[in-house]
């Protein structure tokens, strides 16, 4: 059981040992790490990641979906599960800190429960997820949202994923076994991969939630034409729409209070070519907010948008949606929690969404969900320059260390007070209300 009168801390020298010795794995002669999901380094970095969990006193196993597990028993074991954990395959051009910070984080949180004979109420359990930077297999199965059929999900080393799992301890044909529903919560500790935080000076992010995503593919046809001889009052200009459309995309984004994203990252021009009025362009529109209200808002406001702008300019636009992602709210409580160990604990904090998906985006949707950020500098990430300084990354586990801590306080409150026996008011005009055995009903409404 948790002492009172003891504030746990992580041992800072090691965690940030062990976030650079897991980073010699993989690495280039550039700097950049490259641990792809699958690949012979991600074998080798799990390895090294299970040896530390068994080390630290958890047990440890593999999943379906390849999922490495480690546990740490509670008083109660038949309580649900306090989670936390992330990722550490990286992107081809990675850094040490994307996931890995969650990860390791937990690690050195057992440890410290462990050296100082520290039970929680609940078990915790620290879950490295499978393959985060492509196909999420391993949060989405956990959830229960995997696509059945095995071609929707391509592996960034073109393994079939069937064949991917298996040589990771996993297996395609039992996949929904590693579906949960024993969960009480799931915190995520992450480097917040955008600049916010070190642009208003704040050393920690309480994650008010994953945004939503709904991606489109506009296609907007007009007329080729010589360049030369085709006056500018009489041209189907594809490329001048596309940029109306372009700067509209941008200006509905600004116009929102909630401030989402609105991006416009692919183009392809036809004929493309020096002398020509381009005849055709395709596009893509990206929209990200917490609210799927504003999502659906700022769609309807693009396409009247494009209305306008394919009646000026004698163009035809056609918008097809080609991915739509739910958004996941945080818990309020966890938030406040969060905000509250930071105020105690003289951290300056801020709230802000999270605009990146993470496996904490899929978790959410099964159990109660929390985010801890921690400052990007110069808000890089997926690159071999991404940087979170030391003491920046122990700020972050000891937030989360005191999150896990009061969650599992919270939630052992709430059962005892959900067992309480229920009050039978007695109304002496009713007496043929009162129950015979008053004894029998309140044996009755306790809670196993």
Not at 232 to 251: F, G, P, Y
Not at 381 to 400: D, F, I, K, M
Request: glycine share 8%; net charge negative.
């Amino acid at each position: 059981m948790v002492n009172s009168t003891v504030r746990l801390t992580v041992n800072g020298d090691r965690l940030n040992d062990s976030i650079e010795r897991l980073a010699k794995i993989g690495r280039q002669s550039n700097g950049d790490i490259c641990r792809l999901a699958f690949t012979p380094e991600d074998l080798q970095a799990r390895y090294r990641v299970q040896q530390w969990m068994t080390d630290a006193g958890m047990t440890v196993r593999i999943d379906a979906a390849g999922n490495l597990i480690g546990r740490y028993p509670g008083v109660d074991e038949t309580a649900p599960v306090l989670a936390t954990g992330s990722h550490i395959d990286t992107v081809p051009s990675g850094g040490c800190y994307d996931g890995v910070l969650g990860v390791l984080a937990g690690i050195e949180i057992v440890r410290v429960l462990r050296e100082n004979d520290v039970r929680l109420h609940h078990p915790i359990e620290l879950i490295v997820f499978t393959d985060e930077e492509s196909t999420m297999i391993g949060s989405r199965a956990i959830a229960g949202t995997v696509k059945s059929a095995p071609e929707s999900y391509k592996t960034t080393t073109g393994v079939p994923i069937q064949d991917a799992l298996e040589a990771i301890g996993g297996n395609w044909d039992f996949l929904a076994q590693a579906r949960r529903s024993d969960l009480a919560a799931f915190v995520e500790l992450h480097v917040e991969q955008g600049a916010v935080l070190e642009k208003t000076g704040n050393q920690i992010g309480v994650v008010q939630g994953v945004v939503g995503m709904q991606r489109y593919q506009v296609s907007i046809a007009g007329q080729p034409n010589h360049a030369g001889t085709t006056p500018m009052t009489l041209r189907q200009d594809a490329l001048v729409a596309a940029a109306q459309l372009i700067l509209a995309v941008q200006q509905i984004a600004l116009a929102m209070p909630s401030q989402p994203v609105g991006t416009v990252g692919y183009l392809t021009v036809a004929p493309n070519t020096v002398n020509i009025v381009p005849g055709r362009v395709e596009l893509s529109i990206d929209l990200r907010d917490l609210s799927c209200e504003v999502l659906d808002t700022m769609l309807s406001q693009i396409q009247q948008q494009m209305q306008t702008i394919a009646t000026a300019t004698q163009t035809t636009m056609e918008i097809q949606p080609i991915l739509e992602v739910e958004p996941t709210p945080a818990a309020k409580h966890i938030q406040q929690t969060i905000a509250q160990i930071c105020e105690e604990t003289h951290l300056s904090y801020c709230h802000l969404p999270s605009r990146a998906g993470h496996d904490a985006m899929e978790m959410g949707r099964i159990t109660e969900m929390g985010m801890i950020f921690v400052p990007s500098q110069a808000g890089i990430s997926h690159s071999g320059t991404e940087y979170t300084s030391p003491e920046q990354c122990v700020a972050g586990a000891n937030v989360l260390l005191q999150t896990l801590l009061r969650l599992d306080a919270h939630y052992h409150q709430l059962k005892l007070k959900q067992a309480q026996p229920k009050q039978v008011a007695f109304d002496p005009n009713k007496p043929e209300k009162f129950p015979e055995n008053l004894a029998l009903v309140t044996r009755n409404t306790i809670s196993p």
